[in-house]
């Protein structure tokens, strides 16, 4: 049994980290360099960087972020963002990051997720998730950065991305992100079920106890948060002490 992990998100946008609610109101929150590598000494598990203005342009100045984190990190990392080709995410990698992320590709082509797997290895291939759940109570996966609704069902979407070659699922409610009431518990143990990759849950984390939800009830096998470690409310190791205290099995 794999242990517990906690990883801090890092949404940047024009080289700085920043943090939205339901994907919206973006507010500045540091250095992208500065907070992964206070993570990393904090004993964060992973990182995860997500390219929120992805465009040609921003390209390098993600790259560069990159580069500059794998010299001062020395735990996984993973980026997303408007990584669209088997190029993209090598040169990714090449960076130096561990994991690649990739979301509205991996809808429009699924072949990315299979090439990419067996280019680099399913280890290095995650597949975003955005999910939303629609009037009729089934949750739809979300592409553009939440703006487009593919009508895809989610569930059979995180079945498809395992069997295509996905080594991990990155699960985010649309409905949580950013209000700090907890994650969607029932979508992130619908999913974790589906699956026998590890998904991440993400969305909603406003204290201690959610993380634990998240794991715990939720079923993943690893809890995403940002504001609750970005601005101070909790540190990683207070997190994982939390969850020690309640008998989580997570790396220290």
């Not at 992805?54 to 560069?64: F, L, P, Q, V, W």
């Not at 939720?218 to 190791?237: E, N």
Request: hydrophobic share 40%; proline share 2%.
């Amino acid at each position: 049994m794999l242990k517990k992990r906690i990883i801090p998100c890092l949404d940047v946008r024009d080289g700085r980290v920043v943090k939205g609610i339901n994907f919206v109101d973006i507010k500045d929150a540091g250095d992208p360099v500065e907070l992964a590598k206070f993570y990393d000494q904090e004993g964060a598990d992973e990182l995860i960087f997500l390219d929120i203005t992805a465009s040609h342009e921003k390209r390098d100045t993600m790259i560069e972020v990159v580069k500059q984190t794998a010299k001062q990190v020395f735990i996984p990392f993973t980026v997303g963002g408007g990584i669209k080709s088997i190029d993209d995410m090598r040169n990714i990698l090449r960076a130096g990051a561990d994991k690649v992320s990739i979301n509205t590709p991996a809808i429009l082509n699924k072949k990315l997720i299979t090439e990419g797997a067996k280019i680099f290895g399913s280890q290095c291939i995650v597949v975003a998730i955005d999910a939303k759940k629609n009037e009729n109570g089934n949750y739809e996966a979300y592409i553009n950065g939440g703006r487009v609704n593919t009508g895809l069902e989610v569930i059979s979407w995180a079945k498809e991305v395992e069997a295509c070659g996905a080594g991990e699922i990155l699960l985010t409610s649309m409905d949580c992100d950013g209000t700090k009431d907890g994650y969607d518990l029932e979508l992130t143990r619908l999913v974790s079920e589906a699956v026998s990759i590890p998904v991440i849950a993400s969305g909603g984390v406003g204290n201690l106890e959610h993380l634990y939800e998240g794991l715990v009830e939720g079923k993943a096998q690893a809890a995403l948060a940002a504001s609750i470690f970005h601005y101070g409310t909790y540190s990683i190791r207070e997190g994982k002490q939390y969850l020690i205290d309640k008998g989580v099995d997570i790396r220290w």
